[in-house]
């Protein structure tokens, strides 16, 4: 078995749907990061039966709402001094701005650089949100 | 520091150069693993300053010649049983078969789906390859 021992300061991003780890290191762009990253796929898991972990250094912000809607199974331990925190759950965020673009083409959100697309969920189990601007539903997808 | 312990039976890629991990993961299509498989990045590296890792357990065979396009300071470990049985350093390859396509629109590489692209190497330094069918120099990106 792949173990990785504890990280000294930063977060850890556990209990991924195996095959979510690298969707969710490319979303947060964890290729751009100075410190030190770990991704791990396919470990074994009790809850999961396989799960993918994510390890940054050095890091305490991530984007919740961006997490929720990737995988809302996601926990999230923050590290100091190789002690555990905290720990947070995410959630299907109710409210998004930003994250989803707008599928409907004439949207002023995507025709305005300055309107921050910004949608209201509508359905948990298909990820559907409604655009505040133009009412259009938009599904977001990984 | 993030460390990962030692696999039981697999391959350990090392000195990758800081930035290459997650390319590399990608063009070896890690993420279709089956088995646990790691990435690490931006790793201390008393040679390199920072380096990459990846870890793959339960798999023995990598496309050496890939390896040596994508960075040629790479080192490979094989660990059977929790102990390094094998060790291997790339080289940037001589002949490449399949792995580069042809720049020449009008090559028939690209034309013939029976004719397996095949270059031979001219400039180490630029990584460039001599198409051997139609004479066309291209250079290898990753």
Do not use: W
């Amino acid at each position: 078995m792949l173990e990785v021992k504890q990280i000294q300061n930063g977060i850890v991003i556990d209990h991924i749907k195996s095959g979510n780890g690298l969707k969710i290191f490319n979303k947060l762009q964890l290729y751009k990061a100075e410190s030190p990253v770990v991704l791990l796929i396919n470990v074994e898991s009790k809850l999961l039966g396989k799960k993918d972990i994510i390890k940054i250094e050095n890091t305490f912000d991530v984007d919740l709402n961006l997490l929720g809607l990737i995988d809302e199974n996601i926990s999230i331990n923050f590290i100091k001094d190789g002690r555990v925190i905290d720990k947070k759950k995410v959630i299907i965020p109710e409210r998004v701005t930003g994250l989803i673009t707008c599928k409907n083409p004439r949207c002023i959100t995507n025709s305005d650089d300055y309107m921050q697309p910004t949608f209201t969920l509508i359905s948990k189990e298909k990820l559907e949100y409604k655009c505040n601007f133009c009412d259009e539903i938009t599904k977001y997808k990984i």
